[in-house]
């Protein structure tokens, strides 16, 4: 069966617009993570969505960033009034979580985002 | 202040040899610790996962070691490829942590001919 696919894989914009990404889970996983991964840098937790309870945002850096997810399945980071640090590779994974067994993350290809 | 460490520095090795690499933490007590391979402009994939009460799980040319008194895993390669040239992470699963991993920076391997 198909992956995680998120698009677009590259997205370049102008400082101060508003960027959506998109991200497409594996089907049935009913967790799903994104990630910010800066050159050189490790994974950065932002933001996690598990079944219908709320999700954990506790990563995400600013009110400028924002995701949801719909219908369970898709889902779409949201980052607003972008800056120049928020150039990074921005990485989509799914799992699936019963109960609290620690669930293999499927990831995506990522989309690299360049602010200019 | 909660860390995991993994050497920043690239490792290389030649072919045919076993690579190791080190995954330290500090002030986290995970109930389990996965590591991943990621490639230049892919996500990662995961390899292996080892639960808090295993010393040791292998797959295939892989093995991984958990010390949770010293708070470190180690994570082999034997026979080593070119293949397997990779950037490893490890990432911890920590139990009433919010049900996410925290990643380290990984280590860069590369294995030469």
């Known amino acids: 069966g198909a992956g995680v696919s998120q698009s677009p894989s590259n997205k370049v914009t102008e400082k101060g617009k508003d960027v959506e990404l998109r991200c497409d889970p594996i089907?049935?996983?009913?967790?799903l993570y994104w990630y910010r991964q800066s050159l050189g840098q490790g994974l950065e937790f932002l933001i996690y969505f598990q079944g219908n309870s709320a999700p954990d945002k506790s990563g995400l850096p600013s009110d400028r960033f924002s995701a949801e997810r719909t219908g369970g399945s898709v889902s779409t980071l949201t980052i607003q009034r972008t800056q120049q640090e928020d150039s990074a590779v921005y990485l989509c994974?799914?799992?699936?979580?019963?109960?609290?067994?620690?669930?293999?993350?499927?990831f995506g290809p990522g989309t690299r985002l360049t602010v200019l | 202040s909660q860390k995991i460490e993994q050497n920043s520095e690239a490792l290389n090795i030649q072919e045919g040899k076993t690579a190791t690499l080190t995954c330290n933490y500090t002030n986290y007590s995970p109930a389990y610790l996965q590591w991943y391979r990621q490639d230049p402009g892919r996500g990662p994939v995961f390899l292996l996962l080892i639960r808090e009460n295993e010393k040791e799980k292998r797959k295939e040319r892989l093995k991984v070691t958990f010390d949770t008194t010293l708070k470190q895993s180690l994570f082999h390669i034997t026979a080593s490829q070119p293949a397997d040239s990779a950037t490893y992470l490890c990432?911890?699963?920590?139990?009433?942590?919010?049900?996410?991993?925290?990643f380290g920076t990984g280590t860069q391997l590369k294995v030469e001919l």
């Open positions: 994974a799914s799992s699936l979580v019963s109960g609290r067994v620690a669930g293999t993350q499927y």
């Open positions: 990432a911890l699963w920590i139990t009433g942590g919010g049900n996410k991993l925290t």
């Open positions: 089907s049935g996983h009913t967790a």
